[in-house]
């Protein structure tokens, strides 16, 4: 009994025990349906405020908050301004107040404004212009400024005077000998490069003086360098360190890196020692012209002066080979362009831009000679063709350019400078020369590639490049004559179509002086050039030779012709002379007619050519109406023709000579007698 009741004592603890466990684990079950409760009532709540939201759309937004700043972090510090400057920049800002862009319609260059007042530019950069517009680095722009000069050796132009106050605000550049420097000395060159325009500023270019060349000929120095533009270039100016300047490049050298020295074109800028630029001839102001376009020439010209811009000027040109006419203004733009046809061509031109305007004429007919004719002198002579003669009458006075070296007689060794001064020019000298003599010829030019002719005495010879020269285009010949005489040497550019100065000199290296008189004497005899005369009479008529006949070409001041272009003489009591002059071939005749004014003969004659050589040549004969036996008064009439089918007569001219009262006077001198 005593181990039973511990035992049920222990049932009883352990029942209560398990009922507080089950009281304990209904509490928590209820505490846990509570909170699932409450959250599904968020969820709830946050899906109603999202449908409210949708169903508002024209509630405004939500202002934006600001978005969150990152702390403040310290960055790198930015690069410092560069600061420039050496030798480059110091001469850049020297020189750039002196440097000029020229202009014209043909191009731009660079303009050098120097101390003396002149702007140095290319001259072939201004394409024949002889003014140009400058535009100084200041921003002040000088209209029309004139070609006054050039260096004739290098091609640089002179353009000026400027306005001394134009020098003192710029300055002019300063202007020094580089040829004492040291090659390997740093040096610039700044300039203007092709297609840059006004707005542009001028390029440098760094390298070093390379050498010093001396050009004995023309007595200049240029100086080498690698400063040189990568492409074209509208020339360019070589400065020291210091900013002064040494060399000045025109556009044609500036590629090759030489440049002219200063130092020689300041020795040559008093105005008494530039050369004068390319001037008209007052002295070759005519209303008619004969133009000879020889085998080696391209073109030949004429002038017209500015006065006459606006005005119409008409021509008769009369061509023994079709050409082309051109009109170009002063600032080389071809103004009107024109076929010459073989025979008689009449053309209006109307120049209306600058003048003075150039007439150019250039054969159809391939000109020169080909390179394999170059290096076989005989063949090349053979080939060569005729004179192209161009006879022109204007209703205004036409001019030429002077050209002092025209068929200028040469001194033994003595150098000549000469200048080709148009496209397609040649000049041509005459040597006397002895057929034991040796004689070496040279042609020496920087600004073309020359080519050199002779001809005469037993020579016959062409060169190109054999002269040598800093750019190994000078000419070349040694002369060894066959007998005493006259050669004749002719001096052109190798294309037609550079221009420049040249030097021409000629060297005995064997034989006995020419006795240069007796030779020319001996030249004169067999050669004849010969031209009609100047006609000074009352009336004059003057023609050419065509298949129809003898063509009249300019009637003198108060001449009248018929409708067969007889010359019609006014009433003068049948007594006056006539004179007649035709040029042509050997054995060529023209016939004279004088018909009274009942159409009777008076007068008939011929006019016969006798001429020593094959070249044309002149004659003359004078016809005087009867004294004693006057035909009835009224209008003559005075008529040439050719006789022959092959006559070779060219040109002719009638003179008329008026004597009113002869008839009277011979029949007194008759009575006395």
Request: charged fraction near 20%.
């Amino acid at each position: 009994m005593t181990l039973l009741k511990p035992t049920n004592h222990l049932r009883r603890r352990g029942f209560w025990l398990f009922t507080l466990l089950i009281a304990a684990a209904l509490v928590l079950s209820a505490c846990d349906l509570v909170g699932d409760d409450s959250d599904d009532e968020d969820q709830q709540q946050q899906a109603q405020e999202q449908q409210a939201e949708q169903a508002e759309p024209a509630a405004a937004a939500p202002a934006a908050r600001p978005a969150a700043q990152p702390p403040e972090a310290e960055g790198p510090e930015p690069p410092p301004e560069a600061e420039g400057g050496g030798e480059g920049a110091n001469a850049y800002s020297i020189v750039f107040p002196s440097l000029a862009f020229v202009m014209t319609p043909n191009g731009a260059a660079t303009g050098l404004v120097i101390a003396e007042g002149y702007v140095i530019v290319d001259e072939r950069a201004l394409g024949g212009a002889m003014a140009a517009n400058v535009l100084l680095s200041n921003g002040e722009t000088l209209t029309d400024l004139a070609v006054v000069g050039r260096d004739q050796f290098t091609g640089l132009a002179y353009l000026g005077p400027l306005d001394p106050n134009f020098v003192r605000r710029l300055p002019g550049a300063r202007m020094g000998d580089g040829e004492g420097i040291r090659p390997g000395s740093s040096v610039f060159a700044i300039g203007y490069a092709v297609g840059d325009g006004p707005d542009s500023l001028p390029s440098v270019y760094s390298g070093v003086l390379s050498g010093v060349d001396e050009w004995e000929a023309g007595q200049r120095t240029f100086l080498r360098t690698d400063a040189r533009p990568p492409g074209a270039s509208a020339g360019m100016v070589m400065v020291d360190g210091a900013g002064t300047v040494i060399g000045i490049a025109p556009a044609s050298l500036v590629g090759l890196g030489w440049y002219v020295s200063t130092g020689d074109l300041a020795r040559s800028l008093p105005p008494a020692a530039i050369v004068p630029a390319r001037t008209l001839d007052p002295n070759s102001a005519s209303m008619e012209h004969t133009l000879s376009i020889g085998p080696l020439q391209h073109s030949t010209s004429l002038y017209i002066g500015d006065e006459l811009t606006g005005e119409t000027i008409s021509l008769s040109i009369s061509a023994t080979e079709p050409a082309l006419l051109q009109l170009i203004d002063a600032n080389g733009e071809v103004l009107q362009d024109s076929n010459l046809i073989e025979g008689a061509t009449i053309i209006s031109v109307a120049p209306d831009t600058v003048g003075p305007y150039r007439l150019a004429i250039v054969p159809l007919r391939t000109m020169g000679v080909s390179e394999q004719a170059a290096e076989e002198s005989e063949e090349a002579s053979e080939a060569m063709p005729a004179d192209r003669v161009y006879r022109i009458t204007s209703s205004a006075e036409l001019m030429s350019i002077a050209e002092v070296d025209e068929m200028t007689p040469l001194a033994m060794n003595t150098p000549f400078v000469g200048t080709i001064d148009i496209a397609g020019d040649q000049d041509s000298f005459d040597l006397a020369v002895r057929a034991d003599g040796v004689y070496e010829v040279h042609v020496q030019s920087l600004l073309f590639d020359t080519v050199l002719f002779v001809e005469g005495a037993g020579v016959d010879g062409i060169d190109d490049d054999t002269g040598g020269g800093p750019f190994g285009t000078d000419s070349a010949l040694t002369l060894a004559p066959q007998e005493d005489g006259i050669v004749r040497l002719t001096v052109k550019d190798y294309a037609d179509a550079g221009t420049g100065a040249y030097v021409l000199t000629v060297t005995q290296i064997a034989g006995e002086p020419p006795a240069e008189e007796a030779a020319m004497e001996a030249e004169a005899e067999t050669g004849v050039s010969a031209s009609l005369p100047s006609p000074s009479a009352d009336l004059s008529l003057r023609g050419e030779i065509t298949e129809a006949g003898l063509v009249p070409t300019l009637i003198g001041i108060g001449g009248e012709l018929d409708e067969n272009n007889a010359l019609i003489i006014p009433d003068a009591d049948g007594i006056f002379e006539v004179v007649v002059s035709v040029l042509g071939t050997d054995g060529s005749t023209a016939r004279l007619f004088v018909l009274d004014a009942e159409d009777q003969i008076v007068v008939s004659g011929r006019v016969i050519l006798s001429c020593e050589t094959a070249a044309p040549c002149l004659a003359s004969a004078v016809f005087i109406t009867p004294e004693d036996d006057p035909s009835p008064p009224g209008k003559w009439r005075i008529l040439l023709q050719p006789e022959g089918a092959a006559s070779g007569i060219t040109d002719w001219q009638i003179e008329v000579h008026l004597y009113e009262g002869m008839g009277e006077a011979a029949e007194e001198e008759a009575d006395e007698g």
